[in-house]
């Protein structure tokens, strides 16, 4: 095998380059593991954040439960119930009662009427002015003329009785 000078060359050089990009990919692998360490990083840190937000406002909770339950002690003295203290029926609650004081004023009472059943299952259209059925209601009067200045005054300073009208 007749190697030359410039054969030599040649493989010196493509040596170097297989060794290049031999390093070249060992260090594209090692790059793209730090990033997923990185992002695998990130993400731990946030959930630890939301962690940290989820204790601090069970914290704050807790500590206005606290505080809470002592304003109560001191200020207002409040008790949960106990189980005495519910009723067991309309009848307990009806012997708690009282009658009536004679100064006592008279109770509030709340009117109610019976709704009249009707053959139709829709209720009737009604004028909200009238108050009547809109098919009961009758025909209206024929348009009247328009209104001009002259005829304006006039009508204006007549005052026409109200019409019966058939019920």
């Known amino acids: 095998m007749n190697l ?15 060794v290049c990009f031999t390093f070249t990919v060992v260090l594209t692998f090692k790059v793209n593991a730090v990033k997923s360490q990185v992002r695998l990083t990130e993400r731990q ?3 630890v954040k939301q962690d940290k937000l989820l204790l601090e406002t069970e914290f704050q909770t807790r500590a206005n439960q606290q505080q809470l339950r002592s304003l109560n002690e001191v200020e207002f003295g409040y008790q949960a119930p106990a189980a005495g203290q519910y009723l067991e029926g309309e009848r307990q609650l009806a012997s708690l009662g009282k009658s009536r004081a004679p100064d006592a004023p008279s109770p509030i009472r ?11 299952a829709l209720p009737a259209m009604v004028n909200p002015l009238t108050g009547k059925a809109m098919a009961a209601e009758p025909e209206r009067e ?11 005054g006039d009508r204006l300073s007549k005052v026409e009785p109200a019409r019966e009208r058939a019920e």
């Not at 054969?7 to 297989?18: E, F, H, N, T």
């Open 4 to 18: 030359t000078r410039d054969r030599i060359r040649s493989i010196g050089w493509a040596a170097v380059l297989l």
């Open 45 to 47: 840190i946030l959930a």
């Open 110 to 120: 709340m009117a109610s009427a019976e709704v009249p059943r009707e053959t139709s």
């Open 142 to 152: 024929p348009k009247r003329k328009p209104a001009n200045a002259a005829t304006l």
